[in-house]
């Protein structure tokens, strides 16, 4: 059954220019022109929203297209950290300032890739991996537009498993305890992000499966 699209546009929009930045800092710190930081910005702000859209939901042009809004924001991002941003890519603890500001995107995208996968008619399973991908398309195709290997892919604080962790309780709050949908959606994106902080400050990490060994490179 189809469902209406009632999440506050704010959370949509947030992630976006959350992701830009975090995305402008990655090309900033790279030593991108600001031409390139715009660039690494649209894709870790669109990515994940251009898989969804493209691959899954194919209900006419991607929304990112659909409002300027989106592309505004990233813009915003790219440019403020143009101006401003020198003061964060020299920190000790980039990376990690990095990792918080994914980790607040991430639980907001799967909430909306969920949604509008709910709105487009797929059924509950399906949504929650196109909310997945949301979440974390965009961290991937950024990663590897600037050879990084992608977070996803490597043992270290979980990523995708965050993504899931935000949608199923997103689910708990709005489905089995029926809070209204704006509430359950802010809630799971604390959830998501009190997750990454703690895996951050207790250092709690993925690990590679026992007995795969890395092959040697040549």
């Avoid at 996968?117 to 797929?122: D, P, Y």
């Avoid at 050879?147 to 979980?158: A, W």
């Avoid at 359950?184 to 060994?213: C, D, E, K, P, Q």
């Amino acid at each position: 059954m189809e469902e209406s699209f009632a999440l506050p546009h704010i959370i949509d929009y947030g992630a976006t220019l959350l992701w830009a930045v975090s995305g402008a800092l990655i090309g900033a710190r790279r030593g991108y022109d600001l031409a390139g930081i715009t660039a690494v910005a649209l894709v870790a702000a669109a990515g994940g929203g251009l898989l969804r859209d493209g691959l899954f939901l194919q209900q006419g042009p991607p929304v990112l297209v659909q409002s300027p809004t989106y592309l505004m924001l990233i813009l915003i991002g790219a440019v403020g950290v143009g101006q401003f941003g020198y003061r964060v890519v020299r920190y000790r603890s980039f990376e990690t300032v990095i990792s918080l500001l994914d980790g607040i995107g991430i639980g907001a995208y799967a909430i909306v890739g969920l949604q509008l996968a709910r709105t487009a008619g797929l059924d509950l399973t399906a949504a929650i991996l196109v909310g997945i991908i949301n979440a974390v398309g965009g961290g991937v195709l950024r990663d590897l537009l600037v050879h990084r290997e992608p977070d996803i892919f490597r043992p270290g604080i979980p990523t995708a498993l965050a993504a899931l962790f935000g949608c199923l309780v997103f689910l708990f709050f709005n489905r089995l305890l029926d809070l209204h949908i704006s509430l359950a959606a802010w809630i799971a994106i604390a959830a998501v992000f009190l997750m990454r902080y703690l895996a951050l400050r207790h250092n709690f990490r993925t690990r590679s499966i026992i007995g795969f060994t890395q092959p040697n490179e040549e």
